[in-house]
Structure formats: C-alpha cells, structure tokens
Nanobody
Framework: VQLQASGGGLVQPGGSLRLSCIASPTIFPVMGWFRQSPGKERELVARQIYGDQPIYADAVKGRFTMSRSNAKNAVYLQMNSLKVDDTAVYYC???????????WGQGTQVTVSS
C-alpha cells in the first residue's frame, strides 16, 4: 500500500492550495489529513469515513474542504484563506478497518508566508 501526497508549496497568507493524495492499490474507507509543524505533535486536520461528511479540526473549519474520488483512488484537501499558522508538513493517511493498520503518505510541505 502506498499513499502519495502532493500539491504543497509556498503561498501568501489568504491564498489557496489543493493537496492530493493518491492511494495504491486502493483507497480506504477511512481517509484523513494530518499536519505537523516543527516542535509540535502531528494533529488531525480532516477525516472522512466513506459515506459520511468529513470532520474538521476547529482551526480549519470553514476554510478547508476534504473530498474524495473512489474512481481515482484519491482524496483531496482544498485549503482556502491560508494563515501563517497553517504552515506544516501535511500527511494523508488511510485505515484498513479489517486489519486495524494505518498507512501514511510521505508528506507534503505547505508554507504560508508573505
């Protein structure tokens, strides 16, 4: 199983980025986005159980939107109105509920700076 995250970059405050995560060979029913800033623990950004609406961390509610495409084995994170505090490495993960195994992508750097 591989999770390949992409789409990070440098953006000014107030800008937008769209992260993508491609799962191989297949997407999991439970997919999530996490982030980690230097000196901080990895934290949940958004998570979705297939068929349910995504849940979001309070810090990103109203600004970030998680979506998925089962046909493309992909999940996305649309990030709008970005703030300096959103600067972090963003990771996608997937959970195989049959085995309880959690899989992580390699991370993509998001830097919000003027």
């Amino acid at each position: 199983v591989q999770l390949q995250a992409s789409g990070g970059g440098l953006v000014q405050p107030g800008g937008s980025l769209r992260l993508s995560c491609i799962a191989s060979p297949t997407i999991f029913p439970v997919m999530g986005w996490f982030r980690q800033s230097p000196g901080k623990e990895r934290e949940l950004v958004a998570r979705q159980i297939y068929g349910d609406q995504p849940i979001y961390a309070d810090a990103v509610k109203g600004r970030f939107t998680m979506s998925r495409s089962n046909a493309k084995n992909a999940v996305y994170l649309q990030m709008n109105s970005l703030k300096v505090d959103d600067t972090a490495v963003y990771y996608c993960n997937g959970i195989n509920r049959n085995t309880g195994t959690t899989y992580w992508g390699q991370g993509t750097q998001v830097t919000v700076s003027s």
